[in-house]
């Protein structure tokens, strides 16, 4: 089973960044579109943006436009989220997922999450 790994997440204070990096083991990451999701406690999961394969023109959620950029190296197999001006409600459990969908069949995958907490 394939396994993505979110890391770089902590306590930040509101105003503060950080950098989360998803990668994977024994996955080329370039075929696949990487999203970014959070959930928050007591609340669904949502989509936080999204990038494709060959990095170009990331969409993001509305909430977090301008604040946080996706962006990836293929070279490294690496996925980055990297946010700006947190804000307490960005607090949440994040996730990167990794998405691949062929004429025979549809790969998905998802991370274990890395928390991130944005309190003062």
């Known amino acids: 089973q394939f396994e993505l790994v979110e890391s770089g997440g902590g306590l930040v204070q509101p105003g503060g960044s950080l950098r989360l990096t998803c990668a994977a083991s024994e996955l080329k990451l370039d075929r696949y579109v990487i999203g970014w999701f959070r959930q928050a406690p007591g609340k669904e999961r949502e989509g936080v943006g999204c990038?494709?394969?060959?990095?170009?023109?990331?969409s993001y959620v509305e909430s977090v436009k301008v604040r946080f950029s996706i962006s990836r190296d293929n070279a490294k197999n690496l996925v980055y989220l990297q946010m700006n001006s947190l804000k307490p409600e960005d607090t949440a459990v994040y996730y990167c997922?990794?998405?691949?969908?062929?004429?025979?069949?549809?790969?998905?995958?998802w991370g274990q999450g890395t928390q991130v907490t944005v309190s003062a």
């Open positions: 990038i494709g394969t060959t990095g170009g023109s990331p």
């Open positions: 997922n990794a998405h691949w969908l062929t004429i025979g069949g549809e790969y998905d995958y």
